[in-house]
């Protein structure tokens, strides 16, 4: 059986390497290929982000929403959150759906809230003008 070839760089503390995994054409294993060690602590950097768990935001941060500048704010801070790694994409994609969610549901009950202001002034003007008010159905919601 013929002796398999080994790595002919060293490592930082000046020992062979000896690595049996030469990188094909070479005489060097990933590490120590030209290039080697920089290609190293980039993939040591991505899994080391894929990895890690996220923070998320506190709830110290997520004050409720009561406005559409508080969604504005929410929204702003969620995409705050993604790019500084805070926020994975699932977690980005839930926080967003749930402002949506609160402006559908606000713009509903601005809309009901606005047609019954103006179901009133319609009875007021009506009771100005000496008509007497028909009877006025309820919006459901």
Known sequence: ???????????????P??????????RYCSAHQPGGREEMQRRG?????????????GEEELSHLETHEDAKRRLDL????????RLRDGQANA????????LR???ERLTVSIVEDLR???????TQLGRKPAKVRAVSG
Not at 95 to 102: F, G, I, L, T, Y
Not at 120 to 126: A, E, I, S, T, Y
């Open 78 to 85: 969620i995409g705050q959150a993604v790019l500084t790694g």
């Open 1 to 15: 059986m013929a002796d398999r070839e080994t790595c002919a760089g060293f490592k930082l503390n000046g020992t």
């Open 17 to 26: 390497c000896n690595s049996p995994f030469v990188v094909k054409g070479t």
């Open 95 to 102: 926080a967003v759906r749930s402002v949506e969610a609160w």
């Open 105 to 107: 549901a606000e713009g």
């Open 45 to 57: 950097l991505m899994g080391a982000l894929a990895s890690r768990r996220t923070n998320g935001l």
């Open 120 to 126: 009133r002034q319609v009875q007021d003007l009506k």
